[in-house]
């Protein structure tokens, strides 16, 4: 993209950490005419930190070059992951990964009450946030690392306020009803899709499968698991 051209672009449809990512690099790729982004610099709270890079990123294969900000989980995860990230090269010796693809870069800061030099610091709310993050956040990740159960299911749906994963089917230009697979440009798509088409889908050279809708669950769009992405080329 040109100098000052498109440097901002709007993503709307996340509705999780990993959306952010996923959806992040989809919606680049999009604006900037087929082009997967080469580094991504997420920006977000300190505690979170293990959470992005050490599980997010090591699934969708992003080379983990570093960052500031300490998170929840951190030794852990430089144990777990040292060597065996999708993307992550040999690993040095703090587990992140050698440049490869998609590069991440973490700039995380901590809300003041977590900070122990300032002086809204609270040592209890920060134990509890923290606490919070291991058990609601970094651990339910880390048990489902692709977040298609039920319970990660859930939690999207629940913050789905405009109802995308709802639908009963496809909508065409023309009014006619259309399968819940096979869209075409100008048709709207039943569920939470990564894409806008099959057109588009195909073009990205990603691999997505559908979770259908059940038990009061919306039907989804997610990445096929343990797949070469087009990014890590």
């Not at 293990?50 to 998170?71: E, I, P, S």
């Not at 709802?166 to 096979?182: I, L, M, Q, T, Y």
């Not at 691999?207 to 698991?225: I, S, Y």
Request: net charge positive; hydrophobic share 30%; proline share 2%.
């Amino acid at each position: 993209m040109g100098e000052g051209e498109g440097r901002i672009i709007l993503e709307e449809g996340a509705l999780d950490s990993f959306g952010n990512l996923l959806r992040g690099m989809i919606a680049f790729w999009r604006a900037s005419g087929g082009t997967w982004p080469r580094r991504v610099s997420l920006v977000g709270f300190g505690f979170k930190r293990a959470r992005f890079l050490g599980l997010h990123c090591r699934v969708l294969g992003l080379g983990v070059c570093g960052g500031r900000g300490v998170g929840v989980g951190e030794r852990d995860e430089r144990r777990r992951w040292k060597g065996k990230g999708r993307g992550s090269g040999k690993g040095d010796e703090n587990g992140q990964g050698v440049k490869k693809g998609v590069e991440a870069f973490f700039r995380g800061v901590d809300p003041r009450f977590m900070d122990p030099d300032a002086l809204e610091f609270d040592a209890v709310r920060c134990q509890e946030t923290r606490r919070g993050e291991r058990e609601y956040g970094y651990g339910e990740w880390e048990r489902d690392l692709w977040g298609v159960g039920e319970r990660l299911r859930r939690k999207r749906d629940r913050r789905d306020a405009w109802g995308e994963g709802k639908g009963k089917g496809n909508v065409g230009e023309n009014g006619d009803a259309a399968a819940g697979r096979g869209t075409r440009a100008g048709e709207r798509q039943a569920g939470r899709a990564l894409f806008e088409n099959d057109e588009e889908r195909i073009r990205s050279g990603v691999r997505t499968r559908w979770l259908e809708a059940e038990r009061g669950m919306a039907r989804e769009e997610v990445l096929e698991e343990g797949v070469q992405m087009p990014w890590e080329r």
